[in-house]
């Protein structure tokens, strides 16, 4: 037993324990721990990891150290496995040169100037970098990508639709005079209503769709293999949704709107900066015509 230092009169009990509670199962990952791209995972389950410098490969690592495919991992039965793609810098396991080699937790691999850490799917670590992952990637308020992660996603998708010759669109949406509603009724209010505006956004994209908040109240959502028509649709059932909901910050119900501007690929927009300029230049049309509309950048 121990007492409490703010209340020498209060006696604390330890609570017997088993230990820690058994953790739901994870994949397998890969995480970036030195050099570029630090911090970035892949999880590795029945797809293959492909490891590299393309904006196309599953854990993209931008140094000019790093070949453009550079290495795959993939999960054999209870096992994991690394493949070199025939890069320039060879595969390094545990500093040996590797052509192909299981893996085994704890492991390294050398791509370059980077260094990537095996993680095992019945590793505690892996739980403790899914969360470190989560935090570095996610918005805390809404739970969305942030705009860090958005625009490394955007990136990547744009190189991916360039070279299979696909359709992709972002909206930009901005909540209609949202400062007022703080200024009003304070943050913690304005808080609630950008969260109830991202469960919206959440309940109207795919699943292939990126979701993020990528300002106080701007959020963006990136549609793969959708054409500006299909893009205006989605927009149009996101704002008529957000129109019907009775919002009640500070326990007054009043109705919120989101103005939303579209732009789609282009090859004079082949950049995620110039996409989003152009959905941004859409978004402020909207906004200069009476706000609660979506407008397309053509």
């Known amino acids: 037993m121990s007492r409490d230092p703010q209340d020498p009169h209060t006696t604390l009990r330890t609570v017997l324990s088993d230990g820690p509670r058994p953790l739901s199962p994870r994949s397998a990952c890969v995480v970036v721990i030195q050099g570029e791209g630090l911090g970035r995972r892949a999880d590795v389950g029945d797809q293959r990891v492909v490891v590299g410098r393309s904006q196309e490969a599953d854990l993209h690592i931008p140094h000019n150290s790093v070949s453009r495919l550079h290495c795959e991992i993939w999960r054999d039965g209870e096992t994991y496995r690394?493949?070199?793609?025939?890069?320039?810098?060879?595969?390094?396991?545990?500093?040996?040169?590797?052509?192909?080699?299981?893996?085994?937790?704890?492991?390294?691999?050398?791509?370059?100037?980077s260094i990537?850490?095996?993680?095992?799917?019945?590793?505690?670590?892996?739980?403790?970098?899914?969360?470190?992952?989560?935090?570095a990637t996610h918005d805390a308020l809404t739970e969305m990508y942030n705009r860090r992660h958005f625009i490394e996603t955007v990136d990547k998708e744009i190189a991916r639709a360039m070279r299979h010759h696909r359709a992709l669109t972002m909206c930009i949406i901005d909540v209609d005079l949202f400062k007022p509603i703080n200024d009003r009724y304070g943050h913690i209010s304005g808080d609630h209503v950008l969260k109830q505006i991202a469960g919206l956004v959440r309940r109207h994209v795919r699943n292939d769709d990126a979701a993020a908040r990528i300002g106080g109240e701007e959020f963006a959502v990136l549609l793969p293999e959708c054409g500006p028509e299909a893009a205006y649709g989605f927009a149009e059932?996101?704002?008529?949704?957000?129109e019907?909901?009775?919002f009640r910050p500070g326990g007054e119900?009043?109705?919120?709107?989101?103005?939303?501007?579209?732009?789609?690929l282009t090859l004079d927009r082949d950049t995620c900066s110039r996409m989003m300029a152009a959905a941004d230049a859409a978004l402020y049309r909207a906004k200069s015509e009476g706000r609660n509309r979506v407008c397309i950048e053509p």
């Open 116 to 135: 990537l850490k095996f993680i095992s799917h019945s590793s505690v670590e892996a739980h403790y970098h899914e969360e470190i992952y989560q935090l």
């Open 82 to 113: 690394v493949r070199d793609l025939g890069a320039t810098n060879t595969t390094r396991l545990n500093d040996a040169p590797v052509q192909e080699a299981a893996l085994a937790d704890g492991d390294h691999l050398t791509l370059g100037e």
């Open 237 to 242: 059932r996101l704002r008529e949704a957000v």
């Open 244 to 246: 019907a909901v009775v």
């Open 253 to 264: 119900a009043q109705r919120i709107t989101v103005s939303i501007g579209i732009a789609s």
